[in-house]
């Protein structure tokens, strides 16, 4: 199963208002890492935030991450149409042999 | 600086057929990964290669294999193509270090009939 799972799976609000996604990560992490992808297209990385990290920020991008809980947040605030994609989270964690592991998105739409 | 490349962008093969799918990483970057999207069980790794050799491999069958060569640029094949192997195969490339964001490009659409 997907190291990473994002909750919800998706999302619709209006221009203007914030978004909120959560993604939930099973094992030890070195950092974890949010994407975002626009319909058939390739991911775009959006920010990086590592273990012993607790809030990082990146213009309209807020990231937290609690590794207790083994949950990070992203928000997006003043959301744009433009902003409308799936997001996903990557973490590290040594599942599969793979070097990131991807969750399964949520797909946000922001209506005009 | 050029993004990372990947031809073709669509294809469609039949049943037992293989396919060849190319990646041009940018310029600089030593790792290529490859990533199979579907929608049923969303991104799913294939491979890593650095340097021209495997560093590491996901849980698919021997039918899917890849290399790198000496410029960075890296293939994936695929052969006895199944129906479930209809995907976007996306691949990126990174820097050397595991904490180095992943570059993807747009992938390359594969329908098998």
């Known amino acids: 199963s997907q190291q990473g799972e994002e909750d919800p799976q998706a999302l619709s609000i209006q221009e203007g208002e914030n978004a909120t996604m959560n993604c939930s990560y099973k094992?030890?992490?070195?950092?974890l890492q949010w994407y975002r992808q626009n319909s058939g297209r390739g991911l775009v990385h959006l920010i990086l935030?590592?273990?012993?990290?607790r809030e990082k920020h990146s213009g309209r991008l807020r990231v937290t991450l609690d590794t207790s809980k083994k949950s990070s947040s992203l928000l997006i605030t003043a959301s744009r149409a433009a902003d409308t994609a799936s997001y996903f989270c990557?973490?590290?964690?040594?599942?599969?042999?793979?070097?990131?592991?991807f969750g399964e998105g949520t797909q946000l739409t922001v209506n005009p | 600086k050029a993004g990372v490349t990947q031809t073709p962008r669509y294809l469609i093969k039949t049943r037992g057929q293989q396919v060849t799918l190319s990646c041009s990483p940018i310029?600089?970057?030593?790792?290529v990964s490859w990533y199979q999207q579907t929608p049923g069980q969303g991104l799913q790794f294939l491979f890593e290669?650095?340097?021209?050799?495997?560093?590491n491999k996901g849980n698919f069958p021997g039918r899917f294999s890849g290399r790198q060569f000496s410029n960075s640029r890296s293939e994936m094949n695929v052969s006895t193509l199944e129906l479930g192997d209809s995907a976007l195969y996306l691949c990126?490339?990174?820097?050397?270090?595991?904490?180095?964001?992943?570059?993807f490009g747009n992938g390359t659409r594969l329908t098998v009939t």
């Open positions: 094992t030890s992490i070195n950092n």
């Open positions: 290669y650095f340097s021209e050799t495997q560093r």
């Open positions: 990126a490339s990174s820097l050397a270090g595991f904490d180095s964001p992943l570059h």
């Open positions: 990557a973490t590290d964690g040594e599942t599969s042999g793979s070097r990131l592991t």
């Open positions: 310029s600089g970057h030593r790792s």
């Open positions: 935030i590592r273990s012993n990290e």
